[in-house]
């Protein structure tokens, strides 16, 4: 499974390996950032990510790296539209930390079952495939631009297969808007580096995001990979075109916690945008 070999491949690093940010919160035990001798990657040097170490390579050699730029000329897509579930309309409980760059969530759910999750389902190859969120972690900055333009930060709700196998990612672009974000609202409002090992109990509405960005009607899709090592690939990417706006006070406190944590953008090649 691909999400055990994740784990072993960071396993093999031996403690000295970050968490893999998109997908693995198990391996959340490594993030030391204080010691930059713990560092086997960083964000600041993600161009020699692929000589780092073998099992790296499609950092440097993929055909489906994420993430790419975007354009408005491109259009937005007609194909693959996520038809959500009843759970996205619900609430959900979880653990709220910050994954070593910024806030995160990890949902509750039973050991190895994933299927209680809020889910989306999406058609791929002709297959409707249903996806379970089992997290999400903010970015700072924006890992996607938009005709050049990039956002302050980028929320990632992290969707699992059935069997916990990384699949399928929907994206939202973060900046300070008018007014408050009542997803954000709802949350506990700090969080911090010095803090990285409290986690704390809480719930939120999945649904409350969709809605802030127009329950995700446009967007951008195409086939991309983990963010950071060992960049797998296999993870298609949902980009909401819509901005979710926040207050200018809680742009603040999401900066106030977060570090530099956008991978460069990758060549665009096979990965199929909107198609
Ligand atoms: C905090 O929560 C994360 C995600 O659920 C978990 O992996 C980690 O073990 C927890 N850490 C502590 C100290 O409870
Ligand atoms: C979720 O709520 C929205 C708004 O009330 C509604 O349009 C949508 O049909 C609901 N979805 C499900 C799966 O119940
Ligand atoms: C979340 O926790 C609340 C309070 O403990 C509980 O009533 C609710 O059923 C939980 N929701 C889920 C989806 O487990
Ligand atoms: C996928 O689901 C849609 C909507 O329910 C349905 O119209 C379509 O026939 C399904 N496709 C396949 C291949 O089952
Ligand atoms: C950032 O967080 C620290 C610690 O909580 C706080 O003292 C400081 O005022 C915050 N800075 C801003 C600009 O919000
Ligand atoms: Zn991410």
């Known amino acids: ?9 960071l396993a093999a690093l031996s403690t000295l390996t970050q968490a ?29 990510w692929g000589q780092l170490s073998e099992s790296f390579s499609l950092c440097q050699a993929g055909t489906q790296q994420a993430p790419i730029p975007l354009l408005l000329t491109q259009g937005l897509s007609l194909n693959h ?12 409980n979880g653990t709220f930390f910050n994954w070593g760059y910024g ?5 509750a759910h039973e050991q190895g079952v994933y299927t209680t999750l809020p889910s989306f389902t999406f058609d791929d190859n002709g ?18 631009s938009v005709g050049g333009d990039r956002s302050k930060a980028e929320l990632h709700f992290v969707h699992t297969t059935s069997e916990g196998t990384p699949r399928a990612v929907l994206a939202f672009r973060i900046d300070p808007g008018n007014s408050d ?23 939120m509405s999945p649904g409350e995001v969709l809605r802030e960005v127009n329950w995700f009607s446009e967007f951008w899709t195409y086939r991309g990979s983990l963010t950071s090592p060992p ?16 207050g200018n006070a809680q742009m603040q406190d999401i900066l106030n916690v977060s570090t530099y944590s956008a991978r460069a953008e990758q060549e665009v090649w096979l990965h199929q945008i909107n198609v």
């Open 127 to 144: 297959v409707n495939e249903t996806v379970y969120l089992t997290g999400w972690h903010i970015h700072a900055p924006a890992d996607h």
């Open 103 to 107: 806030p995160a969530m990890s949902l």
């Open 81 to 92: 539209i996520p038809r959500f579930g009843e759970g996205y309309n619900g609430t959900a």
């Open 181 to 203: 974000s009542p997803f954000f609202a709802g949350l506990p409002r700090y969080f911090s580096f010095r803090e990285v090992e409290k986690n704390t109990t809480t719930s």
């Open 20 to 48: 893999c940010p998109e997908h693995d919160f198990h391996a959340r035990r490594h993030i030391k950032r204080a010691e930059p001798a713990d560092t086997v990657w960083a964000y600041e040097a993600s161009y020699n």
């Open 231 to 246: 960049c797998t690939e296999g993870i298609r990417f949902f980009v909401a075109r819509n901005i979710l706006f926040v």
């Open 1 to 9: 499974m691909l999400a055990k070999l994740l784990i072993s491949a």
